[in-house]
């Protein structure tokens, strides 16, 4: 069964359409079950009504005619209960419906699964059988539901892909399709799409049309020359090393290249108008799926050997490709994986929305694009993004979803919540310099997180009163070596004197879990319970060390500088840390610089932290709670992963309960606490933060305006009270209501905007 599972699975796979890949699914189903019917019926969101979208069986002329409301017929009931249904005598059954056109009422044993991607409902696979002494056996149920599992991703990314194309499940026009992600970064953008993606790697290739066929086939034949040549080469290199039989194996290579194979289809492809990258992408995916089916193990060997030469030929294609990407006045980059250095790449003043495939709300591009102010969609699993390139999208960060090819309608609407947004920050400018303070005098500091120095520029514009976080892995990301320690000096001394004489806090290097440096790469089967933070540092004294100098050195004549450490989990790594700093401290004194000794602070941000928060702080100057990271770990919940996007919650009860912990216990012991994590940015988490008595609120600078303005209308009563009342709730969900409540009888309901969006298959918006 597993073999014949794996090759429906790949078949499917290899279908060009929606249409087709359900074809295969009852054709080779009903074979596998040895029945006389398999049918699919899929739910058209657009009507909430299953249509038989194929059947092997029942009268092919009912495909696409017959359909049920969302809770009718047998179909509708498998669907409602999100469970098999197995009957012996389908017809007896009081939810039995008869539909004349399929000429169903022959069949009587009815074996219907559902189709569920991401607890929805996407249809319902079927089997039936004419004589009714067979009754399907829990085997061929189990087979059922397992086929059903494997295949409902790939409904649902051919149903997005077809919705890309402007078409319903039934083929017909529709209009302002919306694919659902993750809320990365509020706010919205309307702009024009450009698909970035990492070298040689074919399934990131766009699909693009191309208008300058000569000049595509030109290129084509280029590399296929350029390829050639290599293979010829290393065949010539190798020739004295190699028996016959195995350098023949060049031969086959070489013969793979010849005209007539498939550098042959790939011309055809380019002749139809496809530019030369998609055209070798879909001719090398036809030919690795066609050899992957095959029965023969040598012949389904073959696969690796195409993939290799479709990725030779790639790479030749985009030699000096990267240079000549035009973006568009308003980019909205789009990638599997974006990167702060993909961010980077596009010409100041033009990126304007930012959409991912993988990573969530938390993920640290996700916190990199609040910082811009870029709005950002994260998790967008199942839309096909390559098939976007050059097209018009809006970008609605607030609710985590996606418009391709709007309606004007559809534009104008966002159009006039891009304008009401702009005018909400106009309004809020006038706060910048009045201080952080409630209505009855009690003040919190508000601080900034940072990373690049554009953020520095617009956390002075908002009125950021130091800097509570600067990510120093940020610089480094951006660059293709370690940055050396005059490097490193430059950047400090930007941050350390734009606050000068504020306090500016800089994190020691917290490269591993989701930051990866391409120049160190880490490679873990648990990134985010491996080598991350201050555990790569101490292993790596001499990064540790070159960076603190940098920092102090950079510090001198301001005097502002603050270090913090990251991922700290035993007093250990504190102490080591702190000897290590003080050896610099001594070392660059007697090089005679003329600087003090920096406050050092530890990050709270795993749970073994929170019950150490004492011993931590007798240690050190201060601390500040990582949230984010405390929040991932205190909920086993990975801060990057849209699938549990759904469960990582700051207003989590462990969560508020460990963060009234730690305030007290470091207030106990007479140190300082902040936060930097993503909470504090949050206008709710703000109030509840500032009455568990947090010192300092660091966000990312778009936020700090509004969190301003919502301190300084309320009284610390109110927060106090608001916090009573939502330590005795035991939901998040329920919490975050009390919270939105209280904001909205404060007059703030207009800084709320729906929560974050997690189901990852295409919608009708309304
Ligand atoms: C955190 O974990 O809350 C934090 C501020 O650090 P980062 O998001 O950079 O991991
Ligand atoms: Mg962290």
């Not at 609407?413 to 009690?442: M, N, V, W």
């Not at 500040?624 to 801060?639: E, F, H, I, K, P």
Request: include cysteine; charged fraction near 25%; glycine fraction near 8%.
């Amino acid at each position: 069964m597993l073999s014949t599972l794996r090759s429906i699975v790949q078949e499917v796979n290899s279908a060009r359409d929606l249409s087709e890949a359900l074809n295969i699914i009852v054709c080779r189903v009903r074979a596998a079950m040895a029945t006389e019917v398999c049918s699919v019926y899929l739910l058209d969101p657009e009507t909430n009504r299953y249509i038989l979208m194929a059947t092997e069986g029942l009268y092919k002329e009912a495909v696409g005619r017959v359909t049920l409301a969302h809770s009718e017929g047998l179909i509708g009931l498998v669907g409602s209960r999100e469970e098999p249904i197995n009957l012996e005598d389908a017809p007896s059954h009081p939810r039995y419906r008869y539909f004349p056109e399929t000429g169903e009422e022959r069949f009587r044993s009815f074996l219907g699964v559902p189709i569920i991607h991401h607890r929805n409902v996407l249809g319902v696979l079927v089997v039936q059988q004419r004589e009714s002494s067979r009754c399907f056996d829990e085997g061929e149920e189990a087979f059922m539901v397992t086929v059903s599992a494997q295949l409902a991703g790939v409904i649902a990314h051919s149903e997005a892909t077809g919705a890309i194309s402007g078409l319903s499940l039934t083929g017909q026009e529709t209009g302002d399709v919306s694919f659902n992600g993750v809320a990365g970064a509020p706010g919205v953008a309307i702009g024009q799409s450009v698909v970035v993606y990492p070298p040689a790697d074919l399934d990131a290739v766009p699909e693009k049309p191309t208008d300058n066929i000569e000049q595509e086939l030109k290129i084509f034949s280029g590399a296929v020359t350029a390829v050639r040549e290599d293979i010829e080469q290393v065949a010539e290199r190798l020739a004295p090393q190699l028996r016959p039989e195995e350098l023949a194996l060049f031969d086959v290579y070489l013969r793979m290249l010849d005209d007539n194979a498939l550098p042959g289809e790939v011309v055809n492809s380019i002749r139809g108008g496809i530019w030369a990258q998609g055209a070798l992408r879909q001719v090398v995916q036809q030919y690795v799926r066609h050899f992957e089916l095959m029965g023969d193990l040598y012949l389904r060997e073959r696969a690796v050997d195409i993939r290799d030469l479709g990725r030779r030929l790639l790479s030749h294609l985009q030699e000096g490709e990267h240079e000549s990407v035009v973006y568009p006045e308003r980019t909205v980059l789009l990638s599997d994986e974006l990167t702060p250095a993909m961010l980077g790449e596009v010409p100041h003043g033009q990126l304007v929305g930012l959409v991912s495939v993988r990573g969530s709300g938390n993920s640290h591009v996700a916190i990199l694009a609040r910082a811009m102010g870029v709005p950002t969609v994260m998790g967008m699993v199942d839309t096909p993004i390559n098939q976007l390139d050059g097209k018009e999208v809006i970008v609605d960060g607030f609710e985590g979803k996606i418009f391709a090819s709007p309606s004007d309608e559809l534009r104008a609407y966002y159009q006039e919540i891009c304008e009401e947004e702009a005018e909400l920050f106009r309004g809020l400018e006038e706060l910048r310099d009045k201080p952080c303070e409630t209505t009855d005098g009690h003040r919190v500091s508000l601080l900034v997180n940072t990373g690049l120095m554009t953020d520095v520029v617009r956390s002075l514009n908002h009125g950021a009163e130091g800097i509570g976080l600067y990510r120093t892995e940020v610089p480094f990301m951006i660059k293709e070596r370690f940055p050396s320690e005059q490097e490193q000096r430059g950047y400090y001394r930007e941050q350390l004197e734009a606050f000068a004489p504020s306090p500016v806090t800089m994190r020691t290097l917290d490269i591993g879990g989701d930051k990866s440096l391409s120049y160190f790469p880490i490679s873990e089967e648990n990134p985010f319970l491996g080598w991350r933070g201050i555990r790569v540092t101490l292993d790596h004294p001499e990064i540790f060390l070159v960076q603190v100098r940098a920092m102090l050195k950079a510090s001198e004549g301001l005097n502002n500088l603050q270090i913090m450490l990251p991922m700290v989990s035993n007093i250990s790594e504190v102490e080591e840390s702190l000897h290590l700093i003080y050896r610099v401290y001594h070392e660059v004194r007697e090089e005679g610089f003329s600087i003090r000794m920096p406050k050092v602070g530890v990050m709270v941000e795993v749970p073994a932290a929170v019950y150490q928060v004492r011993e931590l702080a007798e240690r050190v100057d201060f601390l500040s709670v990582g949230s984010n990271d405390l929040t991932q770990y205190l909920l086993a919940v990975d801060r990057n992963n849209p699938r549990v996007a759904q469960l990582y919650h700051s207003y989590h009860p462990a969560v508020l309960q460990a963060l009234v912990r730690i305030a007290h216990d470091a207030h106990a012991v007479g140190k300082p606490v902040s936060i930097c994590g993503e909470l504090a940015g949050d206008p709710g988490g703000a109030l509840l933060l500032m009455a568990m008595g947090y010192d300092a609120l660091s966000m990312n600078a778009a936020s700090l305006p509004k969190v301003k303005s919502v301190l300084r209308s309320v009284s610390r009563a109110f927060a106090d009270q608001l916090l009573e009342d939502t330590l005795l709730l035991d939901s998040p969900h329920v919490i975050k209501s009390c919270v939105d409540l209280a904001l909205r009888s404060a007059g703030f309901g207009r800084y709320l905007r729906p929560g974050r969006a997690s189901t990852s298959t295409y919608s009708k918006s309304s």
